[in-house]
């Protein structure tokens, strides 16, 4: 069936680092991509979404590219800020269901 | 983007009881609705799906007895949580997607506490 598969961190950062948040996928026909974030005592906000190979979607300085050969659409912003502290998880339009989540901390 | 309300944001109940969660999609048709568990540490449980008017699908070792999940409109889901126990106490969220379906968008979440 399908499924994500997620790198879990937790990840600990500091300001102005390079962040990648690994997530790879298995998946039947073409579905969209997601990758959702969490902050602190919040519900689950869309950070960017792609919805064909090859789809780049950007959003707030995070990027992640649709790569069908190598079944992955990774997270990476190339400055992270104190105020990006949250929880991050990829997901998969077929069926909704999320990776483990990957705990991202920024430390001044 | 679209929204989805979820009430009540918390709910503290007695064991025994049975706790009502509602998540509406308040401007477009959600023809399919998640509901998730949220454990501690983060990890996002999928409980069910359901599609408006169809009995909800459960994911396995989720008791469907006990998870009433309701989806009478393209509006409202319900999930009634019966017979609650401490074990029960959670995080529950619901999202919903449109019939275009190429996003889904979330509730702020239902924390429960049974006592």
Redesign the interface.
């Known amino acids: 069936g399908d499924s994500v598969t997620q790198m879990e961190g937790p990840v600990t950062l500091s300001e102005e680092a390079f962040l990648t948040i690994n997530c790879t996928y298995t998946a039947t026909g073409y579905p969209?991509l997601?990758w959702?974030v969490?902050y602190p005592g919040?519900?689950?906000?869309?950070l960017l979404?792609a919805?064909k190979a090859d789809d780049k979607g950007s959003n707030k300085g995070f990027e992640a590219t649709y790569r069908k050969e190598t079944t992955s659409f990774h997270l990476e912003k190339g400055s992270v800020q104190v105020s990006d502290s949250a929880?991050y998880?990829c997901?998969l339009?077929n069926?909704?269901?999320?990776g483990?989540?990957t705990?991202l901390t920024v430390k001044p | 983007?679209a929204v989805v309300s979820?009430h009540p944001s918390r709910v503290i109940c007695k064991s025994g009881t049975s706790v009502k969660i509602e998540c509406r999609s308040l401007d477009f048709q959600a023809t399919t609705m998640?509901w998730?568990r949220q454990f501690p540490k983060?990890?996002?449980m999928?409980m069910a799906?359901s599609n408006e008017g169809s009995k909800a699908t459960y994911e396995q070792g989720v008791e469907k007895d006990k998870f009433l999940i309701n989806h009478a409109s393209l509006t409202l889901s319900t999930l009634t949580v019966t017979s609650a126990h401490p074990e029960d106490s959670s995080f529950y969220?619901c999202?919903a997607?449109g019939a275009m379906?190429?996003?889904?968008?979330?509730?702020?979440?239902t924390r429960l506490t049974v006592v």
């Open positions: 969209s997601f959702y969490q919040e519900g689950l906000q869309l979404k919805t929880v998880f997901a339009s069926d909704m269901r999320f483990a989540g705990r | 983007g979820q998640f998730y983060q990890s996002l999928l799906t969220i999202s997607m379906n190429t996003e889904a968008f979330f509730g702020q979440g």
